[in-house]
Each structure stands twice: as C-alpha cells, then as structure tokens.
C-alpha cells in the first residue's frame, strides 16, 4: 500500500503525523512525505531586498532547506519497522506538487491535514486540502482526529458508496469498529407533510411513505453490513431520515466518530473532478476526519 503523506509544518500536518504513527501498516507498506515551498514573490521583501539581485537566490535555497528539514523530521516522525519511508520537498504551489507527486508515484491514498482557526472554523477545510480532495484520482483522507478507531461509513446504494466500503476492506481498518449510516429522504419528506390540517387518506399515504422510506434504509444498511462483517469487521448499523449531509454528521458527533468514510457524486467530464453537494458539506463541516474515495 503506498500513501502520500502532505506535510507543510503546520499544527494540523502534526496531527497527520500523529495519526500516520498509530495507524497499524500493513508490512512492506510505502510511506512518502512530501513538502512544498511556493514560488519566489518579491511583494513579500523591502525595497533593499528587492532590489538585490541574490534575493532570489537566497530566498530560494532558504526556503529548500526548511522544506527539506521539515520532510525529514516528519519521516522520521511517522517510520516503523514493518514500513518504507521516503521524502520529498518539492518547488511549486503546495496542491499542485501533493496532486503530481500522488499521480507521478501511483499513491491508493493521500493523506492531508486541515487549516482551520478556531471552534468554527476548525471544522472547515483549507484551500490546498480542498483542492487536492477535488482533483486527487485517488482517495483521499483529511485528518482531524488521531484515530480510526470509529468510523462511519455513509452508505446511499450509490456506486460511489460502494466503492466507498471497499476501502474498509483495506489492512488498516481490521481493528477498526465501523458502523453504516443511511439516511432516508422519503421518510423526512413524509413527516414533514404530516400534521393537524391533513386529510386521513393524504395522512395515511405519508405515513405509508415515511415506514417504506425507512425500510428501505434499513435493508440497505444491513446488507452493507453484512458484507463488511463477513470480511471480518465489527459492524452495527443505524438509520436516520432527512438532510443527508446534516444526518451524517449528526451521527457522527453523536457517536464520537473518528472518520466517515463515503464516496463522490461525481458524473461525466468536469464534474467527475468534483466533489457532490452531500460530500462537500460533510467534508467541509465534520468535526471528525473523512476520507473521500475517488
């Protein structure tokens, strides 16, 4: 298994570290840390700096040797005996280096931190980390807890929550507890409509609804289940009904989740590259880490 591991020095790239650290790899596992130093830009000295024509220069080899000290620490931070740990500090916007180093090197996952400040804007995404979950051609893993002990897998009887759950099948989720999540639109849709006012037949066709809608949900999170535990996964299932995004992350917080994992919506051409209206509220808002599989 090869993982890309970004790295720019920053607190949520230490918590990277530290959950690349726990995570149990499986043996001849490769492990490739990457950093990158952005481009000269003058705006950022004085006038006797900027008119020296060695700024460049120096600035350049400066900010080399930080990005390389940095890789090296962070490799030496993460290695095990069971794994192959390798770095690279490369010239270029950040996103830009992490998504052709991930392609160029045949990564299954990149792993990446987040940049928020604050009890708010914890949650949130940075622009490189949403950048590289945009345009990565592999999974990606955002990380916001040092664990991946709990994890949820948001389950839509897509073809993209599919290949979602066959990530679960991977070596570093075998102690891992995982419980699938489906939440039911219909059901949302039919207690919304129901109340004083509603004639019975209108009532009786809600309630018909809100009882299939659930039923359903409940019959496709078993099989999912089901599945992952006869690959010998510890599972459970819980269904809820309304938005998807909010019920996913609700669920999570409630069970102090440690990652959702789920799929795109993705359809053809552009919009393949990008992220469906579900994933992004979750990855943007989830107080837990989530891996997107591509």
């Known amino acids: 298994m090869r993982s890309l591991i970004a790295y720019d020095g920053s607190k949520s790239a230490d918590e990277v570290c530290d959950l690349v650290a726990r995570i149990e790899w499986p043996p001849r596992s490769e492990l490739r840390v990457v950093t990158a130093y952005a481009p000269y830009l003058p705006g950022s000295f004085g006038p006797d700096e900027l008119f020296d024509p060695a700024t460049p220069d120096i600035v350049f080899e400066a900010d080399r040797e930080t990005a390389e000290a940095e890789a090296k620490v962070a490799a030496e931070r993460i290695r095990r005996p069971t794994t192959t740990v390798t770095w690279a500090a490369v010239h270029g916007r950040p996103a830009s280096v992490v998504l052709d180093e991930a392609k160029a090197w045949s990564a299954d996952l990149i792993v990446v931190g987040t940049r928020g400040l604050g009890p708010f804007s914890a949650a949130l995404l940075g622009s490189v980390s949403d950048e590289i979950v945009d345009h990565a051609t592999c999974p990606v893993l955002v990380v916001r807890r040092p664990s991946i002990e709990r994890v949820v897998l948001a389950d839509d009887g897509s073809a993209g929550a599919r290949t979602a759950a066959a990530v679960l099948m991977w070596p570093i989720f075998t102690r ?103 994933a992004r509220k979750v990855l943007q808002h989830a107080p837990c880490s989530v891996l997107i599989e591509r």
């Open 176 to 278: 891992s507890r995982v419980r699938v999540v489906t939440v039911s639109e219909a059901a949302a849709r039919g207690i919304e409509g129901t109340g004083p006012g509603r004639v019975e037949t209108e009532g009786d066709h809600r309630l018909r609804m809100v009882e299939a809608g659930l039923a359903a949900a409940d019959a496709l999170a078993r099989s999912s289940a089901d599945r992952l535990a006869a690959d010998g996964l510890t599972t459970e299932i819980e269904v809820r009904h309304g938005d998807p995004a909010h019920e996913i992350i609700r669920a999570a917080t409630d069970w102090e989740a440690d990652l959702i994992v789920m799929g795109t919506r993705g359809l053809t051409g552009l919009e393949r590259l990008l992220l469906g209206s579900v």
